[in-house]
Protein backbone atom coordinates (compact mmCIF):
# COMPACT_ATOMS: atom_id res chain seq x y z
CA UNK A 1 0.00 0.00 0.00
CA UNK A 2 1.21 3.62 -0.97
CA UNK A 3 1.17 5.84 1.63
CA UNK A 4 -0.67 9.00 1.04
CA UNK A 5 1.11 12.31 1.65
CA UNK A 6 -0.24 13.94 4.85
CA UNK A 7 -3.23 16.82 3.94
CA UNK A 8 -4.87 18.76 6.21
CA UNK A 9 -8.58 18.05 6.52
CA UNK A 10 -10.85 21.26 6.62
CA UNK A 11 -12.02 20.18 10.58
CA UNK A 12 -8.67 20.34 11.73
CA UNK A 13 -7.86 24.02 9.87
CA UNK A 14 -10.37 24.98 11.30
CA UNK A 15 -9.17 23.92 15.38
CA UNK A 16 -5.83 25.17 14.28
CA UNK A 17 -7.85 28.78 13.41
CA UNK A 18 -9.97 28.40 16.94
CA UNK A 19 -6.92 27.67 18.46
CA UNK A 20 -5.18 31.00 16.80
CA UNK A 21 -8.09 33.12 17.96
CA UNK A 22 -7.86 31.81 21.67
CA UNK A 23 -4.38 32.79 21.97
CA UNK A 24 -5.11 36.09 20.17
CA UNK A 25 -8.01 37.07 22.26
CA UNK A 26 -8.36 34.59 25.44
CA UNK A 27 -11.72 34.82 26.86
CA UNK A 28 -12.45 34.67 30.62
CA UNK A 29 -13.40 30.71 30.37
CA UNK A 30 -12.86 28.35 28.00
CA UNK A 31 -15.46 26.50 25.52
CA UNK A 32 -16.01 23.44 27.62
CA UNK A 33 -16.84 25.80 30.89
CA UNK A 34 -20.30 25.42 31.93
CA UNK A 35 -22.03 27.98 34.21
CA UNK A 36 -24.02 27.02 36.84
CA UNK A 37 -26.59 28.73 39.64
CA UNK A 38 -25.57 27.98 43.03
CA UNK A 39 -28.06 28.58 45.62
CA UNK A 40 -26.96 29.09 50.16
CA UNK A 41 -29.32 30.51 52.92
CA UNK A 42 -28.24 33.49 55.06
CA UNK A 43 -27.77 30.92 58.11
CA UNK A 44 -29.20 33.45 60.78
CA UNK A 45 -32.50 34.18 58.32
CA UNK A 46 -32.77 31.59 55.96
CA UNK A 47 -32.93 34.01 52.94
CA UNK A 48 -32.36 32.06 49.72
CA UNK A 49 -29.03 33.80 48.18
CA UNK A 50 -28.57 32.76 44.33
CA UNK A 51 -25.10 33.06 42.58
CA UNK A 52 -23.23 31.67 39.21
CA UNK A 53 -20.36 29.90 39.12
CA UNK A 54 -18.63 29.05 35.67
CA UNK A 55 -17.18 25.21 36.17
CA UNK A 56 -14.98 22.92 33.72
CA UNK A 57 -17.01 19.93 34.06
CA UNK A 58 -13.47 18.25 33.82
CA UNK A 59 -12.19 19.38 37.11
CA UNK A 60 -15.72 17.90 38.61
CA UNK A 61 -16.47 14.12 40.26
CA UNK A 62 -19.96 13.56 40.61
CA UNK A 63 -20.66 11.82 44.05
CA UNK A 64 -23.56 9.27 44.18
CA UNK A 65 -23.59 8.31 48.12
CA UNK A 66 -25.81 4.94 48.82
CA UNK A 67 -27.77 4.33 45.39
CA UNK A 68 -28.62 1.05 47.64
CA UNK A 69 -31.04 -1.94 46.39
CA UNK A 70 -32.88 -1.54 49.83
CA UNK A 71 -32.81 -0.03 53.59
CA UNK A 72 -34.69 -1.38 56.40
CA UNK A 73 -37.07 1.29 56.09
CA UNK A 74 -39.56 0.12 53.07
CA UNK A 75 -40.89 3.72 52.66
CA UNK A 76 -37.06 4.98 52.46
CA UNK A 77 -36.62 1.83 49.94
CA UNK A 78 -38.72 2.87 47.88
CA UNK A 79 -38.01 6.62 47.70
CA UNK A 80 -34.61 5.71 46.53
CA UNK A 81 -36.50 3.17 43.86
CA UNK A 82 -38.35 6.67 43.06
CA UNK A 83 -35.05 8.81 42.35
CA UNK A 84 -33.31 6.62 40.64
CA UNK A 85 -34.05 7.53 37.32
CA UNK A 86 -33.54 10.66 37.40
CA UNK A 87 -30.17 9.66 38.97
CA UNK A 88 -28.97 7.58 36.64
CA UNK A 89 -30.21 9.87 33.28
CA UNK A 90 -28.35 12.90 35.45
CA UNK A 91 -24.86 10.25 36.22
CA UNK A 92 -25.06 10.07 32.20
CA UNK A 93 -25.45 13.51 31.19
CA UNK A 94 -22.52 14.00 33.84
CA UNK A 95 -20.70 10.74 31.77
CA UNK A 96 -21.54 12.68 28.23
CA UNK A 97 -20.36 16.50 30.09
CA UNK A 98 -16.83 14.82 30.69
CA UNK A 99 -17.55 14.88 34.48
CA UNK A 100 -15.78 12.06 36.52
CA UNK A 101 -18.77 9.53 38.19
CA UNK A 102 -18.10 8.08 41.43
CA UNK A 103 -20.30 5.32 42.45
CA UNK A 104 -19.88 5.03 46.74
CA UNK A 105 -22.20 2.29 48.07
CA UNK A 106 -20.85 2.54 51.84
CA UNK A 107 -21.09 -0.46 53.68
CA UNK A 108 -21.63 -3.43 50.39
CA UNK A 109 -18.62 -1.87 47.82
CA UNK A 110 -16.52 -4.75 48.76
CA UNK A 111 -19.11 -7.01 46.66
CA UNK A 112 -17.97 -4.89 43.35
CA UNK A 113 -14.18 -6.59 44.22
CA UNK A 114 -13.22 -7.46 40.51
CA UNK A 115 -15.04 -4.68 38.95
CA UNK A 116 -11.99 -2.07 37.25
CA UNK A 117 -14.16 0.82 38.46
CA UNK A 118 -13.39 -0.45 41.92
CA UNK A 119 -9.60 -2.28 41.26
CA UNK A 120 -8.77 0.72 39.60
CA UNK A 121 -9.02 3.16 42.70
CA UNK A 122 -7.28 0.25 45.35
CA UNK A 123 -4.09 1.00 42.46
CA UNK A 124 -4.05 4.75 43.78
CA UNK A 125 -1.41 5.83 45.53
CA UNK A 126 -1.35 6.76 49.20
CA UNK A 127 -1.66 10.56 49.53
CA UNK A 128 -1.74 12.74 52.35
CA UNK A 129 -5.19 14.37 53.01
CA UNK A 130 -4.87 17.85 53.50
CA UNK A 131 -6.66 18.89 56.72
CA UNK A 132 -7.31 22.05 54.70
CA UNK A 133 -10.69 23.20 55.69
CA UNK A 134 -12.67 23.09 59.60
CA UNK A 135 -16.07 22.11 58.84
CA UNK A 136 -18.68 23.03 61.47
CA UNK A 137 -22.24 23.01 62.06
CA UNK A 138 -25.05 22.77 64.25
CA UNK A 139 -27.09 19.16 64.54
CA UNK A 140 -28.37 18.66 61.59
CA UNK A 141 -31.92 17.51 61.76
CA UNK A 142 -32.44 13.85 61.63
CA UNK A 143 -36.31 12.64 61.83
CA UNK A 144 -35.17 8.97 62.78
CA UNK A 145 -35.22 6.82 59.15
CA UNK A 146 -38.38 5.40 59.01
CA UNK A 147 -41.07 7.41 57.27
CA UNK A 148 -43.99 4.54 57.71
CA UNK A 149 -45.34 6.30 60.64
CA UNK A 150 -46.60 4.27 63.22
CA UNK A 151 -46.43 1.00 61.88
CA UNK A 152 -42.54 1.75 62.73
CA UNK A 153 -39.69 -0.37 60.58
CA UNK A 154 -36.57 -2.42 61.94
CA UNK A 155 -33.07 -1.72 61.89
CA UNK A 156 -31.22 -4.48 59.65
CA UNK A 157 -28.46 -4.29 57.30
CA UNK A 158 -30.04 -5.70 54.43
CA UNK A 159 -29.00 -4.21 51.44
CA UNK A 160 -25.90 -5.88 49.28
CA UNK A 161 -25.46 -3.27 46.64
CA UNK A 162 -26.51 -0.76 44.59
CA UNK A 163 -30.30 -0.35 43.24
CA UNK A 164 -29.86 -2.57 40.09
CA UNK A 165 -31.20 0.45 38.26
CA UNK A 166 -28.09 2.69 38.51
CA UNK A 167 -25.94 1.63 35.22
CA UNK A 168 -22.56 1.18 35.77
CA UNK A 169 -20.68 2.86 33.49
CA UNK A 170 -16.86 1.86 32.07
CA UNK A 171 -15.20 5.23 33.32
CA UNK A 172 -17.26 5.54 36.74
CA UNK A 173 -14.93 4.70 39.87
CA UNK A 174 -15.78 3.52 43.19
CA UNK A 175 -13.90 4.87 45.46
CA UNK A 176 -14.71 4.59 49.45
CA UNK A 177 -12.60 6.29 51.58
CA UNK A 178 -11.27 10.07 51.99
CA UNK A 179 -8.38 9.08 50.79
CA UNK A 180 -9.49 7.64 47.81
CA UNK A 181 -11.61 10.32 46.44
CA UNK A 182 -8.77 12.87 47.15
CA UNK A 183 -6.44 10.60 45.61
CA UNK A 184 -8.48 10.60 42.27
CA UNK A 185 -9.14 14.37 42.49
CA UNK A 186 -5.74 15.01 42.95
CA UNK A 187 -4.96 12.24 39.63
CA UNK A 188 -7.70 13.82 37.15
CA UNK A 189 -7.50 17.23 38.70
CA UNK A 190 -10.81 17.43 39.87
CA UNK A 191 -11.95 20.62 41.99
CA UNK A 192 -15.20 20.24 42.51
CA UNK A 193 -17.31 17.05 43.89
CA UNK A 194 -21.11 17.21 42.98
CA UNK A 195 -23.14 14.97 45.30
CA UNK A 196 -26.15 12.78 44.59
CA UNK A 197 -27.93 10.42 46.44
CA UNK A 198 -29.08 9.47 50.23
CA UNK A 199 -29.26 9.71 53.23
CA UNK A 200 -28.58 13.36 53.17
CA UNK A 201 -28.18 14.20 56.89
CA UNK A 202 -26.85 11.18 57.61
CA UNK A 203 -24.76 8.84 54.80
CA UNK A 204 -24.39 11.67 52.27
CA UNK A 205 -22.49 13.92 54.79
CA UNK A 206 -21.18 11.87 57.29
CA UNK A 207 -19.71 8.73 55.08
CA UNK A 208 -15.85 8.55 54.38
CA UNK A 209 -16.27 10.01 51.47
CA UNK A 210 -19.23 11.65 52.28
CA UNK A 211 -19.38 15.60 51.93
CA UNK A 212 -18.27 16.50 54.80
CA UNK A 213 -15.25 14.77 54.71
CA UNK A 214 -14.06 16.09 51.13
CA UNK A 215 -15.26 19.60 51.99
CA UNK A 216 -12.49 19.31 55.21
CA UNK A 217 -10.14 18.16 52.14
CA UNK A 218 -10.40 21.65 50.41
CA UNK A 219 -12.50 20.59 47.53
CA UNK A 220 -15.77 22.43 46.69
CA UNK A 221 -18.79 20.56 47.51
CA UNK A 222 -21.76 21.00 46.20
CA UNK A 223 -25.18 19.19 46.70
CA UNK A 224 -27.82 18.30 44.32
CA UNK A 225 -30.47 19.08 46.20
CA UNK A 226 -33.47 17.49 43.15
CA UNK A 227 -31.13 13.87 43.61
CA UNK A 228 -30.97 13.69 47.09
CA UNK A 229 -33.72 12.36 50.24
CA UNK A 230 -33.36 13.05 54.01
CA UNK A 231 -32.88 10.16 56.06
CA UNK A 232 -36.10 10.24 56.55
CA UNK A 233 -39.54 10.46 58.95
CA UNK A 234 -43.02 10.69 58.65
CA UNK A 235 -45.48 12.01 61.28
CA UNK A 236 -49.17 13.09 59.28
CA UNK A 237 -50.79 14.52 62.54
CA UNK A 238 -48.34 17.18 62.20
CA UNK A 239 -48.39 17.57 58.79
CA UNK A 240 -44.64 16.39 58.58
CA UNK A 241 -43.97 14.45 55.63
CA UNK A 242 -40.35 12.81 53.93
CA UNK A 243 -40.16 15.47 51.60
CA UNK A 244 -40.65 18.11 54.09
CA UNK A 245 -37.84 16.62 55.94
CA UNK A 246 -35.89 16.41 53.07
CA UNK A 247 -36.71 20.35 52.35
CA UNK A 248 -35.51 21.42 55.75
CA UNK A 249 -32.46 19.45 55.30
CA UNK A 250 -31.24 20.37 52.07
CA UNK A 251 -31.77 24.20 53.91
CA UNK A 252 -29.54 22.90 56.65
CA UNK A 253 -27.17 22.00 53.93
CA UNK A 254 -26.97 25.58 52.10
CA UNK A 255 -27.50 27.68 55.42
CA UNK A 256 -24.59 25.92 56.96
CA UNK A 257 -22.38 23.42 54.57
CA UNK A 258 -22.63 23.53 50.84
CA UNK A 259 -24.44 25.47 48.36
CA UNK A 260 -26.70 23.23 46.13
CA UNK A 261 -27.77 23.50 42.49
CA UNK A 262 -30.97 21.80 40.88
CA UNK A 263 -29.47 19.63 38.69
CA UNK A 264 -32.11 19.02 35.94
CA UNK A 265 -32.23 22.72 35.60
CA UNK A 266 -28.75 22.73 34.97
CA UNK A 267 -28.87 19.94 32.28
CA UNK A 268 -31.98 20.96 31.18
CA UNK A 269 -30.51 24.30 30.33
CA UNK A 270 -27.39 22.23 28.70
CA UNK A 271 -29.83 20.42 26.43
CA UNK A 272 -28.75 17.54 28.29
CA UNK A 273 -32.08 16.43 29.95
CA UNK A 274 -34.93 14.92 28.52
CA UNK A 275 -37.64 16.85 28.78
CA UNK A 276 -40.32 14.33 26.80
CA UNK A 277 -40.10 11.48 29.23
CA UNK A 278 -41.00 12.17 32.62
CA UNK A 279 -38.68 10.15 35.17
CA UNK A 280 -40.72 10.62 38.61
CA UNK A 281 -43.04 8.66 40.44
CA UNK A 282 -46.05 10.02 42.38
CA UNK A 283 -44.53 9.08 46.18
CA UNK A 284 -46.02 7.38 48.69
CA UNK A 285 -46.22 7.75 52.57
CA UNK A 286 -45.99 5.04 53.99
CA UNK A 287 -44.88 3.18 51.24
CA UNK A 288 -45.85 -0.26 50.91
CA UNK A 289 -45.85 -2.22 47.78
CA UNK A 290 -46.74 -5.91 46.46
CA UNK A 291 -43.37 -7.31 47.55
CA UNK A 292 -43.07 -5.72 50.86
CA UNK A 293 -46.81 -4.50 51.73
CA UNK A 294 -47.37 -2.03 54.46
CA UNK A 295 -49.05 -4.39 57.50
CA UNK A 296 -51.40 -1.87 59.89
CA UNK A 297 -53.73 -2.49 62.76
CA UNK A 298 -55.56 1.01 62.95
CA UNK A 299 -56.36 3.43 60.29
CA UNK A 300 -53.24 4.72 58.50
CA UNK A 301 -52.64 8.23 56.49
CA UNK A 302 -51.28 8.03 53.45
CA UNK A 303 -49.66 11.09 51.69
CA UNK A 304 -49.23 11.37 48.31
CA UNK A 305 -46.64 13.92 46.63
CA UNK A 306 -44.81 14.73 43.33
CA UNK A 307 -42.63 17.57 44.50
CA UNK A 308 -40.56 17.62 41.13
CA UNK A 309 -43.58 17.57 38.72
CA UNK A 310 -44.82 21.09 39.71
CA UNK A 311 -48.21 22.28 38.77
CA UNK A 312 -48.96 18.60 38.32
CA UNK A 313 -52.41 17.24 39.34
CA UNK A 314 -52.14 13.53 41.02
CA UNK A 315 -54.81 10.90 40.18
CA UNK A 316 -55.43 7.61 42.00
CA UNK A 317 -57.62 4.26 42.07
CA UNK A 318 -58.10 2.20 44.80
CA UNK A 319 -60.09 -0.41 42.90
CA UNK A 320 -57.40 -2.06 41.23
CA UNK A 321 -57.63 0.14 37.86
CA UNK A 322 -54.86 1.92 36.02
CA UNK A 323 -54.78 5.72 37.32
CA UNK A 324 -55.93 7.78 34.28
CA UNK A 325 -56.43 11.72 33.94
CA UNK A 326 -60.07 11.26 35.14
CA UNK A 327 -59.28 9.11 38.10
CA UNK A 328 -59.87 10.59 41.80
CA UNK A 329 -57.84 13.61 41.97
CA UNK A 330 -55.53 13.90 45.15
CA UNK A 331 -55.85 16.91 47.43
CA UNK A 332 -55.70 15.71 50.69
CA UNK A 333 -53.78 12.80 53.13
CA UNK A 334 -56.10 9.29 52.35
CA UNK A 335 -57.33 7.74 55.40
CA UNK A 336 -56.89 4.32 55.04
CA UNK A 337 -59.06 1.17 57.19
CA UNK A 338 -59.12 -1.82 55.40
CA UNK A 339 -56.27 -3.83 53.03
CA UNK A 340 -55.80 -1.66 49.73
CA UNK A 341 -54.26 -1.33 46.76
CA UNK A 342 -53.23 1.99 45.57
CA UNK A 343 -52.25 2.91 42.49
CA UNK A 344 -51.28 6.80 41.15
CA UNK A 345 -49.87 8.97 38.53
CA UNK A 346 -49.57 12.51 38.16
CA UNK A 347 -51.10 14.40 34.54
CA UNK A 348 -50.46 17.47 33.38
CA UNK A 349 -53.05 19.12 30.66
CA UNK A 350 -54.21 15.41 30.90
CA UNK A 351 -50.92 13.75 29.54
CA UNK A 352 -48.99 11.82 32.23
CA UNK A 353 -46.34 13.92 34.27
CA UNK A 354 -44.51 10.95 35.47
CA UNK A 355 -44.21 7.31 36.28
CA UNK A 356 -46.70 4.89 37.55
CA UNK A 357 -46.23 4.30 41.52
CA UNK A 358 -48.27 1.51 43.66
CA UNK A 359 -49.17 1.31 47.52
CA UNK A 360 -49.82 -1.98 49.18
CA UNK A 361 -51.99 -1.91 52.69
CA UNK A 362 -52.78 -4.47 54.15
CA UNK A 363 -55.04 -4.80 57.72
CA UNK A 364 -53.95 -6.95 60.66
CA UNK A 365 -57.09 -9.00 61.67
CA UNK A 366 -56.86 -8.75 65.89
CA UNK A 367 -55.37 -11.08 67.53
CA UNK A 368 -56.47 -14.51 67.43
CA UNK A 369 -56.37 -16.45 70.83
CA UNK A 370 -54.32 -19.47 71.75
CA UNK A 371 -55.13 -22.55 70.27
CA UNK A 372 -56.22 -25.66 72.57
CA UNK A 373 -53.94 -27.88 70.04
CA UNK A 374 -50.75 -26.93 68.70
CA UNK A 375 -49.95 -28.38 65.23
CA UNK A 376 -46.45 -29.27 66.96
CA UNK A 377 -48.26 -32.21 68.76
CA UNK A 378 -50.11 -33.65 65.76
CA UNK A 379 -48.69 -35.76 63.03
CA UNK A 380 -49.17 -34.63 59.64
CA UNK A 381 -50.40 -36.38 57.36
CA UNK A 382 -48.19 -34.75 54.95
CA UNK A 383 -45.36 -33.38 54.95
CA UNK A 384 -43.30 -31.79 51.84
CA UNK A 385 -40.22 -28.89 51.39
CA UNK A 386 -37.51 -28.36 49.52
CA UNK A 387 -35.65 -30.75 48.08
CA UNK A 388 -35.67 -34.42 45.72
CA UNK A 389 -38.31 -36.42 46.83
CA UNK A 390 -37.55 -40.40 45.81
CA UNK A 391 -39.88 -42.86 46.68
CA UNK A 392 -41.97 -40.74 48.60
CA UNK A 393 -39.36 -39.46 51.13
CA UNK A 394 -38.43 -35.99 50.98
CA UNK A 395 -34.22 -35.43 50.35
CA UNK A 396 -34.02 -31.27 51.49
CA UNK A 397 -31.44 -29.63 49.86
CA UNK A 398 -28.86 -27.35 51.51
CA UNK A 399 -29.74 -25.75 54.71
CA UNK A 400 -33.45 -26.83 54.33
CA UNK A 401 -35.04 -29.46 57.22
CA UNK A 402 -38.09 -31.07 57.44
CA UNK A 403 -40.71 -28.85 59.81
CA UNK A 404 -39.01 -28.01 63.34
CA UNK A 405 -41.53 -28.41 66.04
CA UNK A 406 -41.04 -25.39 68.36
CA UNK A 407 -38.12 -23.79 66.51
CA UNK A 408 -36.66 -22.18 63.24
CA UNK A 409 -36.08 -24.65 60.94
CA UNK A 410 -31.95 -23.72 61.48
CA UNK A 411 -32.94 -25.46 64.84
CA UNK A 412 -32.43 -21.91 66.87
CA UNK A 413 -35.59 -21.14 68.93
CA UNK A 414 -38.53 -20.09 67.20
CA UNK A 415 -38.18 -15.85 66.17
CA UNK A 416 -41.25 -13.86 65.08
CA UNK A 417 -43.23 -10.75 64.97
CA UNK A 418 -40.48 -9.17 66.89
CA UNK A 419 -41.12 -11.92 69.62
CA UNK A 420 -39.79 -15.66 70.56
CA UNK A 421 -42.99 -17.92 70.56
CA UNK A 422 -43.08 -21.17 72.46
CA UNK A 423 -44.64 -23.18 70.25
CA UNK A 424 -44.74 -23.35 66.64
CA UNK A 425 -43.34 -24.77 63.37
CA UNK A 426 -40.29 -23.80 61.34
CA UNK A 427 -40.42 -24.33 58.16
CA UNK A 428 -38.10 -23.29 54.73
CA UNK A 429 -40.37 -22.64 51.80
CA UNK A 430 -41.54 -23.86 49.56
CA UNK A 431 -43.37 -26.24 52.55
CA UNK A 432 -46.58 -28.03 53.01
CA UNK A 433 -47.82 -30.10 55.80
CA UNK A 434 -51.26 -31.46 56.18
CA UNK A 435 -53.18 -32.56 59.63
CA UNK A 436 -56.14 -34.01 59.91
CA UNK A 437 -59.17 -32.26 61.51
CA UNK A 438 -60.55 -33.67 64.42
CA UNK A 439 -64.77 -33.13 64.85
CA UNK A 440 -64.71 -30.87 67.85
CA UNK A 441 -61.50 -28.58 65.93
CA UNK A 442 -63.68 -24.87 65.30
CA UNK A 443 -60.73 -22.72 64.28
CA UNK A 444 -57.57 -23.15 63.47
CA UNK A 445 -55.08 -19.83 64.80
CA UNK A 446 -51.49 -18.92 64.11
CA UNK A 447 -49.40 -16.10 63.38
CA UNK A 448 -47.03 -16.61 60.25
CA UNK A 449 -43.75 -14.60 59.23
CA UNK A 450 -40.68 -14.67 57.95
CA UNK A 451 -37.90 -16.18 60.93
CA UNK A 452 -36.22 -13.04 62.05
CA UNK A 453 -32.93 -14.74 63.92
CA UNK A 454 -31.08 -13.42 60.33
CA UNK A 455 -30.64 -10.49 62.28
CA UNK A 456 -28.45 -11.72 64.73
CA UNK A 457 -24.92 -12.14 62.24
CA UNK A 458 -24.27 -8.55 61.38
CA UNK A 459 -27.57 -7.14 62.19
CA UNK A 460 -28.83 -9.49 59.01
CA UNK A 461 -26.01 -8.22 56.69
CA UNK A 462 -26.26 -8.46 53.02
CA UNK A 463 -29.08 -11.29 53.81
CA UNK A 464 -32.00 -9.50 55.51
CA UNK A 465 -33.44 -8.54 51.70
CA UNK A 466 -34.14 -12.51 50.88
CA UNK A 467 -36.49 -13.48 53.68
CA UNK A 468 -39.82 -13.45 51.85
CA UNK A 469 -42.65 -15.05 51.45
CA UNK A 470 -46.81 -16.03 51.03
CA UNK A 471 -48.31 -18.14 53.76
CA UNK A 472 -51.87 -20.08 52.60
CA UNK A 473 -54.07 -22.37 54.59
CA UNK A 474 -56.09 -24.88 52.28
CA UNK A 475 -58.82 -26.95 53.63
CA UNK A 476 -59.84 -30.32 51.81
CA UNK A 477 -57.68 -28.64 49.05
CA UNK A 478 -59.21 -24.88 48.61
CA UNK A 479 -57.32 -22.56 49.47
CA UNK A 480 -59.30 -20.41 52.43
CA UNK A 481 -56.40 -17.74 53.30
CA UNK A 482 -53.33 -15.94 52.15
CA UNK A 483 -51.17 -13.53 53.47
CA UNK A 484 -49.81 -11.06 51.73
CA UNK A 485 -46.19 -11.54 50.85
CA UNK A 486 -43.94 -11.24 54.36
CA UNK A 487 -40.89 -9.96 55.32
CA UNK A 488 -38.39 -10.01 57.93
CA UNK A 489 -38.81 -8.39 61.13
CA UNK A 490 -42.75 -7.17 59.89
CA UNK A 491 -45.37 -8.16 61.99
CA UNK A 492 -46.44 -11.29 61.22
CA UNK A 493 -49.81 -12.05 59.85
CA UNK A 494 -52.55 -13.25 61.64
CA UNK A 495 -54.58 -16.62 60.99
CA UNK A 496 -58.40 -17.16 62.24
CA UNK A 497 -60.00 -19.71 60.09
CA UNK A 498 -63.19 -21.13 61.06
CA UNK A 499 -63.39 -24.88 60.19
CA UNK A 500 -66.93 -26.30 58.44
CA UNK A 501 -68.42 -28.95 59.75
CA UNK A 502 -67.14 -32.15 57.97
CA UNK A 503 -63.61 -30.93 57.11
CA UNK A 504 -60.76 -33.72 56.99
CA UNK A 505 -57.30 -32.15 56.14
CA UNK A 506 -56.18 -28.56 57.04
CA UNK A 507 -52.86 -27.69 55.05
CA UNK A 508 -50.28 -25.09 56.12
CA UNK A 509 -48.30 -23.88 53.01
CA UNK A 510 -45.17 -21.40 52.51
CA UNK A 511 -44.75 -20.43 49.30
CA UNK A 512 -41.56 -18.36 48.16
CA UNK A 513 -42.78 -15.11 47.28
CA UNK A 514 -41.50 -15.32 43.58
CA UNK A 515 -38.26 -14.02 44.37
CA UNK A 516 -36.42 -17.15 44.89
CA UNK A 517 -36.30 -19.31 48.24
CA UNK A 518 -33.10 -17.87 49.48
CA UNK A 519 -32.89 -17.26 53.30
CA UNK A 520 -36.91 -18.00 53.08
CA UNK A 521 -37.23 -19.40 57.15
CA UNK A 522 -40.94 -18.93 57.81
CA UNK A 523 -42.38 -19.67 61.14
CA UNK A 524 -45.97 -20.97 61.98
CA UNK A 525 -46.10 -19.66 65.44
CA UNK A 526 -48.97 -20.41 67.99
CA UNK A 527 -50.39 -22.16 65.86
CA UNK A 528 -53.00 -24.87 65.72
CA UNK A 529 -56.73 -25.36 66.41
CA UNK A 530 -59.50 -23.97 69.02
CA UNK A 531 -61.89 -26.34 70.15
CA UNK A 532 -65.58 -26.02 70.29
CA UNK A 533 -66.62 -25.17 73.24
ZN1 LIG B 1 -40.29 2.39 57.55
Request: hydrophobic content about 40%; charged content about 20%.
Amino acid sequence: MIPQPSRCQPHQLIASLLLLLGLLFPSRTTAAEIEWTLQTRDPATGQIIVSKERVDPRRVGVVAVDVWNFHWCKTATMRVDAFVPRIDRALQAARDLGMTVMLCPSDVVDNYAGFPQRESVLALPDIQVPNAVDVTCPPVPDAGGCACGRERCAGNYGWDGMHPALRIGDSDLMPDTQAEVYALCQQRGLTHLLYVGFHTQVCLLGKPMGLRAMKAAGLRCVLARDMTDAHPGYDPARGFTPDLNTEQVIAHFEKHLAPTVQLQDELTRLGRWDTQHPVDPVRIAPWGTRMRPHLFEQPITVTLTAPLQPGAEIRYTLDGSAPGPRSSLYTTPLVITNTTHLRTMAFRDGRPAGLESEGSFARLIPAPPKPDVFIGDLTPVRSVGFGHTYGGTVRYSGTTQAPQKDKANTGKPLRVDRRKPDHGLGVHAPCAVAYPIQPDYARFVAYAGMDENLVDLNNGSNLAKYPSGVFKVFIDGKEVAVSPVMRILSPAWRFDIPIPKGAKVLTLVAMDAGDGSREDLADWADAGFVRSR
